[in-house]
């Protein structure tokens, strides 16, 4: 059974580039969270979607923006980047409370 | 009262030793408390969770003590071993519909020692 699995890997860009990053889930998950991680931090919640909605926000501006696919996987894209977007995003899955990380996606802006 | 305080943020224990990583709360609508385990460029990996209607969880060599009036949770790692040198981070977040954001601590950097 796969787990959470992020694509790509690592990413460079420079400032004012687009991004977008993939997700797919566990098996049987349902619901998508992203989160951002910057380096010695622990991660920062950034949006959560379920049925294809976003369910809650975190303090993110509105360039960070998402989508949830009828397969349950979620594209996170950032707009405009900024140098202090610079982090490790991190998406976790769940079905109930539990959520599964996966190995995040390492976004470098410069 | 969105924070999860969390402490010591590093920690050397020798092997065999207990390594014990507090955290604390001020939301009181918080009710699910996981413990997640992150190694260097790898995401967190969750290793054991509790609620508030119990005052410990036992899952291997890892506990969970939920003390609920003191809005405190603490992580004990017993017999600690070299390969559990990694980043640990408390988190806590609301069940239901509008549950599901994970409000994580700083993270305490364990290391063990042979």
């Known amino acids: 059974d796969a787990g959470v699995t992020q694509s790509p890997t690592h990413l460079i860009k420079t400032r004012g580039q687009q991004v977008t990053l993939r997700c797919s889930p566990k098996s049987g998950h349902d619901t998508v969270s992203w989160y951002q991680q910057a380096l010695g931090q622990g991660p920062q919640f950034i949006f959560q979607?379920?049925?294809?909605?976003?369910?809650q926000r975190g303090n993110f501006p509105d360039r960070f923006s998402g989508h949830q696919f009828p397969n349950y996987s979620s594209e996170l894209n950032v707009n405009a980047l900024l140098l202090g977007d610079s982090a490790l995003y991190l998406c976790?899955?769940?079905?109930?409370?539990?959520?599964?990380f996966g190995p995040g996606t390492r976004l470098t802006v410069l | 009262q969105q924070q999860v305080k969390q402490s010591p943020q590093s920690l050397i224990v020798q092997k065999g030793g207990i390594s014990i990583i507090n955290c604390a709360y001020e939301n009181t609508a918080f009710d699910y408390f996981p413990w997640y385990q992150q190694f260097p460029g790898k995401g967190p990996a969750l290793l054991i969770a509790?609620?508030?209607?119990?005052s410990e969880k036992k899952e291997g060599r890892f506990t969970i003590s939920f003390n609920k009036s003191a809005k405190q949770f603490s992580l004990h790692i017993m017999d600690s071993q070299p390969g559990d040198s990694a980043t640990y981070f408390c988190?806590?977040?609301?069940?239901?519909?509008?549950?599901?954001?994970?409000?994580f601590g700083q993270g305490t950097e364990l290391s063990v020692k042979p």
């Open positions: 509790i609620r508030p209607d119990v």
């Open positions: 988190a806590a977040s609301r069940i239901g519909n509008q549950g599901g954001k994970l409000i």
């Open positions: 979607y379920y049925e294809e909605e976003e369910r």
């Open positions: 976790a899955s769940s079905r109930t409370q539990a959520q599964y």
